[in-house]
Structure formats: structure tokens, C-alpha cells
């Protein structure tokens, strides 16, 4: 074989052939073009009427926080005058420290915090475990048990207070805050929303790479479902966390006045022939303090978490 029946390769061709090279057509296709969007890359900002619209919606979010605060530092007569008073008052500190006395605000805010940091615990756990079963697990019945649990968030719940009563009776539980924690250990919002998500977020591929490795469902799950739900997991846990905070219909009934949640305890607050609104409105602003704590605190990162999984996704 001679040199000369060598081909030559693209790059001991001219210059110009190797441009001829690459502008070549497809078989049967038109040219391809490499396009680019006029905007891409640009750092887009939000115009004035964007500020002033999130502005007016930050103030209206904004505005019953402060109008607490307001009759709060105030005196009942001041409340009740038309038109309201709009500025705060002299009289905020001594209107929460007897708020917080009146109503034993210390014990009812430990109890809500057990209460609900367990509740949030647990439905985040439940709710991962049993949305990675029913999106990645393949078994028999899985639809048919997936819309029962969906099924159940139709059923109003005060349907079943009164056997739910008469059970929490039975286990001796009356009274007593595992009466409030055991019933709503899970929810079935909390399983779809896990569900919905790892359906989108969990590539098969991972979890068949998992079990070429030996790795059980447990180590799947541990290994790297948990990391990949990280941020939905944090929103669940934010948003159970304040339904339990606040839920009020349940643990009126199954607590009393000497083992109160929160909501509970404020109640006695209004117990009076003539109410105090503005130890009422006390009571209420020392209640959602802690709220605001929670917020201000992983706010950013349950934020920035659902950011990340959105662009990962």
C-alpha cells in the first residue's frame, strides 16, 4: 500500500476545507444552525410596576401582625373606639407579661412544642417512606391503596371524633398530649406531596443502580432518597409544624385547662363577662412569635433548598 491511497486526515487539510467540513448539510436535511436567544445570559430585572405591586402585597400580608401589635400595646377602651387606633400604645409589655400569666402561656407553648415538633418529625418520616413506596416500589395493590390514602383527605375529620375520643379514652390517653400526637402521627396530604415529587425528582436509574449493589429498600432509602428530598421534606416539616401549632378543634376537646396546647390556653383569655381585647390581642401576638422565630430562622433555606431542587429537576 502506497502513501498515496491514504486518506488525509481533517486536520492536514486546508484551512479552508476544514471549514467547508463543518458547514456541511446533513443527508436529506436542511444546514444546521446554532441559534442563540437575543436575552440569554442577561441578568433580567423587574420593572417599577413589579416593586410597587409586591410592596402593596408585602403590606397587606404584613398589615394584621401589626394591627395585633397595635391593640396589643393598647388599653381595652382604646380597642374598642371608632375609628381604631393605628399607632402602637404605651402599654405592650404589661399586656403581654398578664397575658402570659393569665393564660400559663410558659406550659402551653412547651406542650405545642412538643407537640408539634413531634407530629412534623413524624409525618415528614411516614410521609417520605411511604411516597418513595408508592412512586418507586413496585407491589401488588399499589394503586389501589394509593387512592384510599387520598380517599381519606375527602372524609371531613370531625366524622371521627367520637369513636377518635372514645378510643384515646380507652388507651387511657384522656387528657394527656399523646391524645393530640398519635391520631395525626402521619397525613395523607404529606404522603401525595412526597409522592408527587419523587415520582418527578428520583431517576429509576438510581434506585436500579442501588439494587445492582446489594442495597435494600432501607439503604435506597437512606442512601439517596433521602438526599434528593431534602428540600421537599423541609417545606413538609415547615408546613405540618405550623398546622400543629395551631390547631385548635382536636386538642380543645381531648386537653383541659391544666395541660394545654396553645391555642387551648388562650381560650381562658376570653373566659371573662367582658373581654379584653387588647389581652386577647396580647395573648395571640405571644403566640405567633414563635412562628415567626421558626421562619426567620430556616426561612432562607427551606427557600433556597426549593430553588435548588426546582433547577435540579
Known sequence: ???????????????????????????????????????????HHAGPVAYILLGLAALVSLFPLYWTMVAASTDNTRVTQTPPP???????????GKAWQDAALGKAMLNSLIVAGVIALSTVLFATLAGFAFAKLRFKGRNVLLMLVIGTMMVPPQLGVVPL?????????????????????????????MRQYLSEALPDELVEAGRVDGAHSLRIFWSIVLPIARAPMAVLFMITFVHAWNDFFWPFIVLDMTNPTVPVALTQLSAGYVRDQSLIMAGALLGTLPLLALFIV??????GGIMQGAVKG
Open 1 to 43: 500500500m502506497t502513501t498515496d491511497s491514504i486518506p488525509a486526515r481533517a486536520t492536514d487539510a486546508p484551512a479552508g476545507a476544514v471549514r467547508k467540513t463543518r458547514k456541511s448539510t446533513p443527508p436529506g436535511g436542511r444546514p444546521l444552525r446554532l441559534f442563540r436567544h437575543p436575552g440569554a445570559g442577561r441578568q
Open 86 to 96: 393605628f399607632l402602637p400604645g404605651p402599654h405592650l409589655l404589661e399586656n403581654l
Open 165 to 193: 375520643f372514645m378510643m384515646m379514652t380507652e388507651l387511657g390517653w384522656g387528657q394527656k398530649l399523646p391524645a393530640v400526637i398519635f391520631p395525626t402521627l402521619v397525613s395523607a396530604v404529606g404522603v401525595f406531596f
Open 298 to 303: 430556616f426561612g432562607r433555606q427551606i427557600v
